[in-house]
């Protein structure tokens, strides 16, 4: 969505309305996830997706009546014996899709939001999608809000949910009212998600790169200037020189770090990685711990750790030697097999093999 968001703002500033639709809930094996979006312009270009191919036809059409219209949509798409091929969807799944204008009346707020977007200010978005006021849409961000769903009393409520929802960065339905008859999307931009990587190794260059294609804010921290420079490190967002443990401590200090945040410790030198590793297993927060190394390097690490007085259950929050075992031997497959595992963790998957497993594919 922030791609798309961006990418409408020259058809919104030339005065022109566009049909935006967003995917606000999935059921069974839907291919992509509520917040993805498609936006389709007065003269039929289109931008982004809501499925991967799947229903995009279909919802192009309702993007041009929208246009026409200024009528928001919600729009179901699933699968039956009779539609499956004229709709398209044939994974089994379910998308419901709502479709907007998004104008400069529709939409006064979107400048304001897309200042917020690029400055990786939080900021969420609420809209009505079912019940009274479909189409109207509250946005909201830590320091206030503009907009209103309807009365003052209703976006008082609806704004401590999104707010709630924007502190864990979730987006999703909400239903308000007496019966729940106000239904609402809630879309958060919240800044994204930390990888903060240590070592400046060509290991450590090819995760910055993975981490950077995933949507992580790359930070590359390493003690050694002539190592760590942005020239070595292109796709970091950042490239530090400071002793590890000090900077992540600094970092924590300052309130920098959150549940989404993950720390990959690639140096394998005990010098920088123990005391960062006694930092970084004391956080209680962070959402995943790998450092990389040998089996040896790992049970000696772990030694140093012990006798530094960490207890057994903060080494267990340590993925050592970290990523998952595909056989990758290059720093490019070495960057994979991490970043899956990283994907596993924090999803709360297996990481073994979808045919070895059953069940739905996306929880």
């Not at 005391?275 to 970084?280: F, G, K, N, S």
Request: glycine residues 10%; hydrophobic residues 45%.
């Amino acid at each position: 969505m922030r791609e798309v968001i961006a990418a409408i703002h020259p058809w919104y500033a030339a005065g022109l309305t566009t049909g935006l639709a967003t995917v606000v809930a999935t059921y069974d094996s839907a291919p992509r996830q509520p917040g993805s979006a498609m936006a389709v312009s007065q003269s039929g270009e289109v931008i982004g997706s809501v499925s991967g191919g799947c229903v995009e036809s279909a919802v192009y059409e309702a993007a041009q009546e929208v246009i026409r219209t200024g009528r928001p949509l919600l729009q179901s798409y699933g699968i039956s014996d009779d539609e499956a091929f004229a709709v398209g969807l044939t994974c089994g799944g379910t998308l419901e899709v709502f479709v907007e204008p998004v104008s400069r009346r529709a939409f006064p707020q979107l400048p304001a939001l897309l200042a917020a977007i690029r400055t990786a200010e939080p900021v969420a978005v609420a809209t009505a999608i079912a019940g009274p006021a479909v189409g109207a849409r509250l946005v909201v961000c830590p320091d206030g809000r503009s907009g209103t769903l309807g009365s003052a009393p209703l976006d008082d409520a609806v704004t401590r949910d999104v707010l709630l929802m924007l502190a864990r960065g979730a987006t999703g339905l909400r239903r308000h009212g007496p019966h729940g008859e106000l239904t609402v999307f809630v879309q958060s931009f919240a800044p994204p998600p930390r990888l903060l990587v240590f070592g400046s190794t060509d290991f450590a260059a090819a995760l910055t790169r993975q981490g950077a294609l995933l949507g992580y804010r790359v930070t590359l921290c390493d003690a050694r200037p002539v190592f760590a420079t942005a020239t070595r490190f292109p796709e970091a967002d950042e490239v530090v020189v400071q002793w590890p443990h000090r900077y992540l401590a600094a970092e924590a200090a300052a309130g920098r770090l959150d549940g989404r945040t993950v720390v990959a410790v690639l140096t394998h030198d005990p010098k920088f990685d123990v005391p960062l590793l006694q930092v970084a297993l004391r956080l209680p927060d962070l959402a995943f711990v790998g450092a990389m190394g040998s089996r040896r390097t790992h049970e000696d690490r772990l030694r140093r750790l012990r006798e530094a007085g960490l207890t057994e259950p903060e080494l267990r929050r340590l993925s050592s030697p970290v990523g998952l075992d595909i056989g990758g031997r290059t720093p490019q497959e070495t960057a994979v097999s991490i970043a899956a595992e990283i994907i596993a963790h924090t999803r709360g998957r297996t990481g073994r093999p979808l045919a070895g497993t059953a069940g739905r594919i996306h929880a």
